[in-house]
């Protein structure tokens, strides 16, 4: 299977515990971007990697939010004390350079997160 | 934040049916798409129209834009059981190119 993958599909954590995501990219995508999901709304843009940089991230991110991409292949999203306003499904996704494919973005199946 | 409104939020509708949903947004955009998502799973990309494009067609889909309005519409004809899921439109603008959805429409589809 080729397409975007993510780890885990599910996390249930305590209230100020840390946890890490995965997000593992179509292997010629150069684009990465991490989108929160709440129940009842389209998702919400968090964050965006062009190879190994982080170039943009949404006022969204608070400063407990971090996120990698080491060698601009997989990244990872950690959530360092977690709130119960946390719950929600992290969306990862992945495209190519717009020009070739007009930013058609492929999406990952998310990390459901539950904070108990 | 949400950019975009889609119109209706659910739609039910029989087997055979055309479905067709509206998506509103409020700044100027490189292009419009629309995705799926079936309940709790991920996004399936199901199409995307360019700003300088008014119509497409991708074998059941048809989506319109108008970028005067600032609206698109996606048109699902002969509707099927499987085609039960939410529709979202996005669009694409800004530095990052990242995509902007709105809350999406619930499409039911009865047998």
């Known amino acids: 299977d080729t397409g975007v993958s993510q780890n885990p599909r599910h996390k249930i954590t305590k209230r100020g515990q840390n946890v890490t995501f995965r997000c593992d990219p179509i292997?010629?995508?150069?684009?990465l971007y991490w989108y929160r999901q709440t129940l009842g709304q389209g998702p919400e843009f968090l964050t965006y990697f062009q190879n190994e940089a982080q170039l943009e991230k949404s006022r969204l991110l608070s400063d407990r939010f971090s996120a990698e991409r080491p060698k601009g292949s997989f990244s990872t999203l950690e959530i360092q004390r977690t709130e119960q306003g946390d719950s929600a499904m992290y969306l990862c996704?992945?495209?190519?350079?717009?020009?070739?494919?007009?930013?058609?973005?492929?999406f990952g199946p998310g990390t459901r997160l539950t904070v108990l | 934040s949400q950019q975009g409104e889609e119109d209706p939020q659910a739609l039910s509708i029989q087997e055979g049916e055309n479905a067709t949903m509206n998506c509103s947004y409020k700044?100027?955009?490189?292009?419009l798409q629309w995705y799926r998502q079936n309940s709790g799973r991920g996004l399936v990309h199901l199409i995307l129209?360019?700003?300088?494009?008014r119509e497409k067609h991708s074998g059941r889909l048809r989506v319109t834009l108008d970028t005067s309005k600032k609206s698109s519409s996606l048109l699902i004809t002969a509707s099927r059981a499987a085609d039960t899921a939410s529709y979202f439109c996005a669009t694409d603008s800004g530095s990052a190119r990242q995509l902007t959805f709105g809350s999406g429409t619930q499409l039911t589809v009865l047998p």
């Open positions: 996704a992945s495209s190519s350079a717009p020009g070739r494919d007009h930013n058609e973005q492929f």
């Open positions: 292997s010629e995508h150069n684009r």
């Open positions: 700044t100027s955009i490189n292009n």
């Open positions: 129209i360019r700003s300088n494009e």
